[in-house]
T-cell receptor, first 116, second 116 residues
Framework: GQQLNQSPQSMFIQEGEDVSMNCTSS?????WLWYKQEPGEGPVLLIA?????ELTSNGRLTAQFGITRKDSFLNISASIPSDVGIYFC????????????????FGQGTILTVHP | NAGVTQTPKFQVLKTGQSMTLQCAQD?????MYWYRQDPGMGLRLIYY???????DKGEVPNGYNVSRLNKREFSLRLESAAPSQTSVYFC???????????????FGAGSRLTVL
């Protein structure tokens, strides 16, 4: 199946630092989604991107849909302790038809630890 | 509005036992999905149901069966549990969420299954 390479695998940062993580694919996607998962919970959507080149912000979070449609990045500015969790990127293939909308390919996740 | 609800939250089985994970969504979404999450592997699709009355295999369907009981409910069954099925299972549904109306994948809180 399609592969999504998410990096870094883990990050240990000090409170107040900025964070950047990215996902790359060998295939083109027409949608990129970024999720955050906290311990014992399901992934929660942070940002959704639907157009190549799109740059979207949600508070301290900013994500971009790469112009080649094969990559996306997520930035977190001025990190705080509650940013701790696992961040996943997910892509929807361009060949997705009416029955494939939710068949997302997920990255392996980035584990973020924030030290106060 | 509860979103996606799945039960049980925790379950311990012996090898060879069977069990069913239940999932229900109240967002009137057509498509529903079962994913499993293993360390370092991200989320992998087990089965999905594009609409009521249809089900299809995902990336890792072996050892599982599903039933789309109605538009709201989608269950996952392990007929003869194996230690390799120890994992965290997430149900999800795809459809419009929030005022923006964008289509996204919404997850339940997860079911942690241990097979001894």
């Amino acid at each position: 199946g399609q592969q999504l390479n998410q990096s870094p695998q883990s990050m240990f940062i000090q409170e107040g630092e900025d964070v950047s993580m990215n996902c790359t694919s060998s295939s083109i996607f027409n949608t990129w989604l970024w999720y955050k998962q906290e311990p014992g919970e399901g992934p929660v959507l942070l940002i959704a991107l639907y157009k190549a080149g799109e740059l979207t912000s949600n508070g301290r979070l900013t994500a971009q849909f790469g112009i080649t449609r094969k990559d996306s990045f997520l930035n977190i500015s001025a990190s705080i302790p509650s940013d701790v969790g696992i961040y996943f990127c997910a892509g929807q293939p361009t060949n997705a038809g009416g029955t494939s909308y939710g068949k997302l390919t997920f990255g392996q996740g980035t584990i973020l630890t924030v030290h106060p | 509005n509860a979103g996606v609800t799945q039960t049980p939250k925790f379950q311990v089985l012996k090898t060879g036992q069977s069990m069913t994970l239940q999932c229900a969504q109240d967002m009137n979404h057509n498509s529903m999905y079962w994913y499993r999450q293993d360390p370092g592997m991200g989320l992998r699709l087990i089965y999905y149901s594009a609409s009521e009355g249809t089900t299809d295999k995902g990336e890792v369907p072996n050892g599982y069966n599903v039933s789309r009981l109605n538009k709201r409910e989608f269950s996952l069954r392990l007929e003869s549990a194996a230690p390799s099925q120890t994992s965290v299972y997430f149900c999800a549904s795809w459809g419009r969420q929030g005022a923006s109306g964008a289509n996204v994948l919404t997850f339940g809180a997860g079911s942690r299954l241990t097979v001894l």
